[in-house]
């Protein structure tokens, strides 16, 4: 509009501006100070520099010292370090120094810059949304390709253009046009499209290997805590609750876990996707939002907008115990004030919603809470494709009661789908639930063998 960057004209009107929003992470104080730093511009050594110091452009960015994430990352600065609210290290003071040599020789650079990124780099920048996804973790001892001397990038080859091989997982939507241009377990391991890979010999029928993903077999759980339930319409900041708190590593029962064994595995959920079963790590949002009735349509409220309402009604149920909006009476204040002017004249939302645990609430014609089936309440399901494993805890690896049975850690698994229900307890279905076997069906497959 001003036919300028926000940095050059920050002030009231950058505020406007989507990319130099003022709220970062919802978070009104944060900021974005582009007129200081500058931007964190496309850094080639991210990838290919061998040693690349990732701490440290973690704190200069933090620092939000933008225009120096690369150089810093690549050694050639000095940092003053400090620590933030959370703990991490920030920078407040970085002063470029072309001279050091511990990471990077700026003379020499040839000889430090590698052709095939090393993992550590991809690694660096995926281990955190990844984790949070997925739980995934990227060591010998957590996955058999890393063990066997595998890189991402011996399954994720780049092209010339940089656009790396890609599958086609549930999620990820930006590079459609790349789907499947990697090579799929089959390709490496029944079609012979690598000369390392075992061919697979199993005594399952066809029919089973058509059904079943690799993955749900080669993935029977993980071993990372990852984010399973974001609330964010109890209290209109984010509540984040780990698997290890409504999964436990006992498939069978989430309340009950097996003494001896891990506490932080979870099992991942089961779903069909493309005629295939697949493990899945599903997540759960619970937000406010306003419903477009013509295209039925639920787009989120932002939260400072649900704080700012929120805020005096929490302090009106003060004494009530965990801040969980559960009842259908809390539901309803909330869903009423949602509805209710602000200073501006504007209401919040004009048709208020809340969309948690496969339902949508809102209003009925007398006034009252309802509940329906809502596609946008359903759980946001993650693909599982690393952290493979072989040997004895691959399911089927002690034969075919590993599903077939009355314990079936398979079929019987159970899988959160709301963390707390109008009395405040977790539900859950089981696995055959979700992939639509009927009762009768079940009991066949539990006793077959
Ligand atoms: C996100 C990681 C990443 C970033 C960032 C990145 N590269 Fe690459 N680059 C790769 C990968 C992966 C390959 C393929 C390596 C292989 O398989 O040999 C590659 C290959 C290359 C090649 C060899 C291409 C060929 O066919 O010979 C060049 C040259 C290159 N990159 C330059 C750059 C430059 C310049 C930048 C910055 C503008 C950059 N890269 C940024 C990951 C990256
Ligand atoms: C600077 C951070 C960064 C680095 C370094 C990086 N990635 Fe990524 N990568 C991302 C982000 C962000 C996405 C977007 C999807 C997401 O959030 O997972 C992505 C997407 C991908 C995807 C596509 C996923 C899909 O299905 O659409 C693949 C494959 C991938 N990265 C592999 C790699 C490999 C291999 C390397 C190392 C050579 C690498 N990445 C290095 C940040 C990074
Ligand atoms: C043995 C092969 C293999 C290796 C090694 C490997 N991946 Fe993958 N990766 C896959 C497969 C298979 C998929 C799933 C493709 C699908 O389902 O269509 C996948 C999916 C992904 C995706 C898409 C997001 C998702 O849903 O999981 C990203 C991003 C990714 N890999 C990054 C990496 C990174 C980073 C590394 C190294 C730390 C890595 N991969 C190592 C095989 C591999
Ligand atoms: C790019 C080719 C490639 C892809 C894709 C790939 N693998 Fe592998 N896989 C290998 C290689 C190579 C080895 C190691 C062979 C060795 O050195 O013993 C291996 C090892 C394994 C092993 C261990 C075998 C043993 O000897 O115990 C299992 C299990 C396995 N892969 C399953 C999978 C599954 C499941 C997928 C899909 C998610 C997959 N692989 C994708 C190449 C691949
Ligand atoms: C129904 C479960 C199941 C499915 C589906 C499955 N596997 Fe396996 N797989 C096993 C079991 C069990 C073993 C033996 C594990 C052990 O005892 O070491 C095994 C072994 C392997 C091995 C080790 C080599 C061997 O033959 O001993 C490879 C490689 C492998 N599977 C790859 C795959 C690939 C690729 C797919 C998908 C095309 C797949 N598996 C699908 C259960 C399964
Ligand atoms: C990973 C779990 C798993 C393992 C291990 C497994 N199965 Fe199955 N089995 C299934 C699933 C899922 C179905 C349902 C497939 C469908 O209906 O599409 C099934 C279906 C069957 C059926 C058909 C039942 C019906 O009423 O339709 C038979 C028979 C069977 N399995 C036998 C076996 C035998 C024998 C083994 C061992 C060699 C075995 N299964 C191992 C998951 C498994």
């Not at 990838?47 to 440290?56: A, R």
């Not at 010292?65 to 970085?94: C, H, I, M």
């Not at 409220?301 to 309402?309: F, G, S």
């Not at 077939?404 to 707390?420: A, E, G, Q, T, W």
Request: glycine share 8%.
């Amino acid at each position: 509009m001003t036919k300028k960057f926000g940095y050059e004209v920050s002030g009231d009107v950058s505020l406007l501006d989507g990319d130099y929003t003022d709220f970062s992470m919802d978070n009104a104080g944060y900021g974005a100070p582009w007129d200081r730093s500058g931007p964190s511009e496309a850094d080639c050594l991210i990838c290919h520099l061998k040693g690349y110091q990732w701490k440290e452009r973690g704190a200069a960015l933090r620092g939000r010292f933008f225009r120096y994430g690369p150089t810093v990352g690549a050694g050639w600065a000095t940092l003053k370090l400090s620590q933030d609210e959370l703990g991490n290290s920030k920078a407040d003071e970085v002063t470029v120094d072309y001279t050091k040599k511990e990471s990077a020789d700026f003379e020499n650079l040839h000889l430090h810059i590698v052709r095939k990124p090393p993992d550590e780099n991809c690694w660096s920048c995926h281990a955190i949304s990844d984790g949070k996804k997925r739980g995934q973790q990227w060591s010998p001892e957590t996955d058999i390709h890393k063990a066997k001397g595998l890189d991402c990038v011996t399954c994720h080859p780049s092209d010339k253009e940089h656009n790396f091989a890609k599958g086609n997982t549930l999620q990820e939507t930006v590079r459609d046009d790349l789907d499947n241009t990697m090579y799929s377990c089959e390709d490496c391991h029944y079609k012979g499209k690598n000369k390392k890979a075992p061919r697979y010999k199993h005594p399952f029928s066809p029919r089973h290997m058509k059904r079943l993903a690799c993955e749900t077999c080669h993935i029977p759980f993980q071993i990372a805590s990852a984010d399973l339930v974001y609330d964010n319409a109890s209290t209109g900041s984010t509540i984040v609750y780990g698997t290890s708190r409504f999964l436990s590593n006992n498939p069978l029962d989430s309340q009950k876990s097996i003494s001896g064994v891990d506490p932080n595995i979870w099992y991942p959920a089961i779903k069909e996707f493309k005629g295939k079963i697949i493990p899945v790590k599903s997540l759960i949002v619970i937000y406010w939002g306003d419903l477009d009735e013509r295209t039925n349509v639920v787009r989120p409220i932002p939260l400072w907008r649900v704080r700012e309402v929120t805020r005096p009604l929490l302090k009106d149920e003060k004494g009530e115990g965990l801040p969980e909006i559960n009842s259908l009476g809390k539901i309803k204040t909330y869903l009423k004030a949602l509805k209710e002017k602000d200073n501006l004249g504007h209401p919040v939302a004009n048709h208020p919603v809340l969309i948690k645990g496969g339902f949508l609430y809102q209003f009925d014609k007398k006034g009252e809470v309802e509940k329906i089936k809502h596609e946008q309440a359903e759980t946001l399901d993650f693909s599982l494709s690393h952290n493979v494993m072989s040997g004895p805890d691959v399911i089927g690896a002690r034969g075919c009661g590993d599903c077939h049975s009355k314990k079936s850690s398979f079929f019987l698994r159970k899988v959160l789908v709301d963390p707390y229900d109008e009395k405040g307890k977790p539900v859950y279905v089981e696995a055959w639930e979700r992939l639509g076997i009927d009762k009768e069906k079940l009991g066949r497959l539990l006793t077959e063998q």
